[in-house]
Structure formats: C-alpha cells, structure tokens
C-alpha cells in the first residue's frame, strides 16, 4: 500500500508539473497576443494621426492666408467656449448662452456691491452712534432753568401786551385804515403762531431740565433746539415791536377823537 501510495504521489507531482509548464505556455501565448494587438492599436493609431495630419496639412495648403485664419478662429472659439459641437449655429448658441449668463452675473455683482456698500454706511453710522452713545455724558448748562423762566415770564409779558392792544385797537377800529388792520390782524395771527412754536420748543426744552446725565446726541439736541428758541424769541420781539409801533400809533388817534 505504500508503494501505491507513493506511485500515486509521483504521478501526481509529474502531472502538476505538466499542468505547471502548460499554464506556462498559455501566459506565453496570451502575452504574446496582447502585445501583438498593443502594437497594432499603436500602428493604427499612429497612422490615424498621420492621416490626419496629412489631411490638415492638405487642408493649410489648399486654404488661402484669411480662411488659415478663419480655421484658427473657428477652432480657438469652440475649444474656448468647450463647445459639445464645432459647427458655428452650436458655437454661436453657446456664445450668445455665456453672454446671458455673463450679464446676469454682472447685474447680480453690482447689485451686492451696492448692497455692501449700503451696509457698510449702515454700519459706520451704528458705530458712529456708539460712539457717541459711549462718549463722556451731557451736562446741561446751569444757566439753563433760569433762561428758561424768563422766556416763559417774557412770553406771558407779551400775551398781555397782545390782549392790551387788541382792545385798543378794537376801540380804535374807526379811525384806523381798513388795510392796517388787516396787517395787524395778520401779524397778530402770526404772532400767535410764533408763540405757539415757542411754547413747542420751550417745552422740549424743559423736559431736559433736571434731567441726568445723557450722551452727546442729547447735547447736539440741546444746541439744535436752543438755535430754535432764540431764532422765534426774536421773531417775536420784531412781531412785538411792530405792534406796539402799530397800535401807539392807533391809540393816538382814537385819543384824539375823543
């Protein structure tokens, strides 16, 4: 049985040995036809591109020096534009495509320029804000009460004096040209007004009285509105100078009719 065992062993071993060096040769073999058709792929590809660079060159000679440039043209804008297609309707679609597509990008770049730029405005008036917000506080002046009563005590002087010389003028009426009251009516109309503002403004003012502390922007309003109050204080010391002048002068009269 040993024997046999080892007979069949060696007849065993020899066939893989056979089966070896055939495998061999099939590698061989098959090595041998992938380069037989790599070199002829090659060949083929070779002579494709002579072909074809014998075709363009028959081509450049037979094209005169503008269609040369043309050809160049044609080739250099479809390479460009990686057109799907040489022919000029697809290169031409395809441009006309980019020049949409290239203006609605611009229209779109510009709109988010301005856009930056708005906010950047936004943000460099917010921090200017802060700034101001953040600054050393307001102070109101200490004179400021006082002013203030005054021009209130003036304010109330001058209603007196308006309702004084209302009646007189009433009193007076007959002696009086028809268009000078109407011009005094006029001008106290608009003193009324006037007073009217003044009390507007006298009274933004007085909200800031006693007040605490408050930023630079409170102070800016402070200046704004007592540029405000001193223009109608002497609007309304014209407007009462012209009454007065106006209604002495109606008073004489009327004394003298008595």
């Not at 089966?19 to 002579?47: F, H, I, N, P, T």
């Not at 021009?151 to 000078?180: C, F, G």
């Not at 014209?238 to 009269?253: A, D, I, K, Q, T």
Request: with cysteine; glycine share 6%.
């Amino acid at each position: 049985e040993n024997e046999e065992t080892l007979i069949a062993l060696l007849a065993l071993a020899a066939a893989n040995e056979k089966a070896d060096e055939g495998w061999s040769g099939v590698c061989r073999v098959e090595e041998m036809a992938l380069r037989e058709l790599e070199e002829e792929e090659e060949r083929k590809k070779q002579d494709t591109n002579n072909i074809n660079t014998t075709i363009l060159n028959n081509l450049q000679s037979s094209l005169s020096k503008p269609g040369t440039s043309d050809l160049l043209t044609h080739a250099t804008a479809s390479i460009s534009l990686t057109s799907p297609s040489t022919s000029p309707t697809s290169i031409a679609t395809h441009l006309l495509n980019l020049t949409t597509s290239l203006f609605s990008l611009t229209q779109q770049l510009s709109q988010t320029t301005s856009l930056q730029t708005s906010l950047q405005s936004q943000i460099s008036h917010l921090q200017s804000d802060l700034r101001t917000l953040t600054s050393t506080p307001f102070t109101p002046e200490p004179n400021l009460p006082k002013r203030t009563s005054e021009t209130l005590r003036q304010t109330k002087l001058l209603k007196a004096k308006i309702a004084e010389y209302d009646e007189r003028l009433r009193n007076s009426s007959s002696s009086i040209p028809e268009t000078l009251l109407m011009e005094v009516e006029q001008a106290g109309k608009a003193a009324e007004v006037l007073m009217q503002r003044l009390a507007d403004v006298e009274g933004k003012i007085a909200i800031y009285e006693g007040v605490s502390p408050e930023p630079r922007e409170v102070r800016r309003q402070m200046q704004d509105l007592r540029r405000e109050l001193e223009m109608w204080v002497r609007r309304r010391d014209e407007l009462f100078e012209g009454l007065v002048g106006g209604g002495g002068g109606g008073g004489g009269g009327g004394g003298e009719r008595r």
